[in-house]
Each structure stands twice: as structure tokens, then as C-alpha cells.
């Protein structure tokens, strides 16, 4: 089936305005995260959702960060406020039981934050 | 906390010669390890995996990648790259989320 989607594939923003940005999962699969990939580095753990249970949000960098899950579905990531810190490439993945299962990536949605 | 680092920021190579990018990572305990390929323009794809088993694991495009537990090593190798190799790859270790590498450039020139 289909692979992760994600949407906007660009945003631009003034720095203190608020961004959605959309991840619809491949179907069936249970698990979703978050990454950030900033220019030059790695990338790093933001959120990760597993069924209906309670996500962790272990990686997110500040209280303007939040996401939802609906379901096993679609997953929005919301930073509120943001900062030009924030400009980076957030990466959605599934996999489909979560633990240590293979994760498949979005292509991704690069924020710049002017 | 899990660390992943990846030896090589930067690899330059012609066609034909050999690859191999080493990964150490720092989890003592039962993990899943894999290569990630990221090509220009393109999103984040599985290269190999390694989950149990044959510590020497095949992967797509001819490479792969050994593993050795009493290293923390997950090295990526290839006999003879191609230009088309040219990506950005990513060690990662997954204790439920994944913890990568900074990634190592490898350009491959024709």
C-alpha cells in the first residue's frame, strides 16, 4: 500500500506565528513518531504514539511542541510560537507494532522559520 | 540513554572502490540496528536491518553490514560503490524509538 505521507512538504513562517504539520501513517500500522533532522545532524526523537496508549513525549523540546494522534490514524504536530531555532526537516515515521520493529519514514516536512 | 556514532562526517570515493562506514553504538542490552539511505532529493529509506541471527546481514543495492556484539558495532560495507551511491547514510539503534548517528555524506565520483 501506500507509504507515510506527510503534508506541508514546505512551510514558511514568520518566527512567533503557530504551524500544523500533517502525518497520515501507513494503514494498519499502529505505532507513529516524530523526528527533527536540523541541517548537518542526525536526527532526533521527538514523539512517539503506540496504539491508545499514553505517547511519549520524552523528546520534545519545549512546551510549544505538542501532537496529537487520532486513533491509529492521522497525527498532527503543532509548534506554537515558533522560533527560527525550530527551521529543520520533521520526519514522520510508523512502524507496525512499535518496540523495536522496523520504522518507515515520510518524506518529510521542511519548516523554515524566518 | 543511547548513543550512535557514526566514524566518517564526510567519505569521498571513486567508482569501483570499496565502502565501509563504521557505527558504534553505546546500548548494552537487546537492540535492533539498522542503516538508513538517505539519496538526494529523496526521503529516509531502509537499507538492512539486523534484529537476530547471522551477525552479517544483506541489504539492497549490494551492501551490507556486520555485526558485532562485543564491538557495539554495526559496520555498512559495499565491494565496489557506483556513482548512484552517493547519499547521505545513518546508523540507527531501535530500543522502541530510534536513536541515530549524525550521518556520514558519501559522495562517489564517476
Known amino acids: 500500500g501506500a507509504g507515510v505521507s506527510q503534508s506541508p512538504s514546505n512551510k514558511v513562517t514568520e518566527k512567533g506565528k503557530d504551524v500544523e504539520l500533517r502525518c497520515d501513517p501507513i494503514?494498519?500500522?499502529?505505532?507513529l513518531y516524530w523526528y527533527r533532522q536540523r541541517l548537518g545532524q542526525g536526527l532526533e526523537f521527538l514523539i512517539y504514539f503506540q496504539g491508545n496508549s499514553a505517547p511519549d513525549k520524552s523528546g520534545l523540546p519545549s512546551d510549544r511542541f505538542s501532537a496529537e494522534r487520532t486513533g491509529e490514524s492521522v497525527s498532527t504536530l503543532t509548534i506554537q510560537r515558533t522560533q527560527q531555532e525550530d527551521s529543520a526537516v520533521y520526519l514522520c515515521?510508523?512502524?507496525?507494532?512499535?518496540?523495536?520493529?522496523?520504522?518507515?519514514f515520510g518524506p518529510g516536512t521542511r519548516l523554515l522559520v524566518l | 540513554a543511547q548513543s550512535v556514532s557514526q566514524h566518517n562526517h564526510h567519505v569521498i570515493l571513486s567508482e569501483a572502490a570499496s565502502l565501509e562506514l563504521g557505527c558504534n553504538y553505546s546500548y548494552g542490552g537487546t537492540v535492533n540496528l539498522f542503516w538508513y539511505v538517505q539519496y538526494p532529493g529523496q526521503h529516509l529509506q531502509l537499507l538492512l536491518k539486523?534484529?537476530?541471527?547471522?551477525?552479517l546481514v544483506k541489504g539492497i543495492k549490494g551492501f551490507e553490514a556486520e555485526f558485532i556484539k562485543s564491538k557495539f558495532s554495526f559496520n555498512l560495507r559495499k565491494p565496489s560503490v557506483q556513482w548512484s551511491d552517493t547519499a547521505e547514510y545513518f546508523c540507527?539503534?531501535?530500543?522502541?524509538?530510534?536513536?541515530f548517528g549524525a550521518g556520514t555524506t558519501v559522495t562517489v565520483r564517476a
Open positions: 540507527a539503534v531501535n530500543d522502541y524509538k530510534l536513536s
Open positions: 515515521a510508523s512502524s507496525q507494532d512499535g518496540g523495536r520493529e522496523t520504522q518507515y
Open positions: 539486523y534484529f537476530s541471527g547471522d551477525p
Open positions: 494503514s494498519g500500522h499502529t505505532a
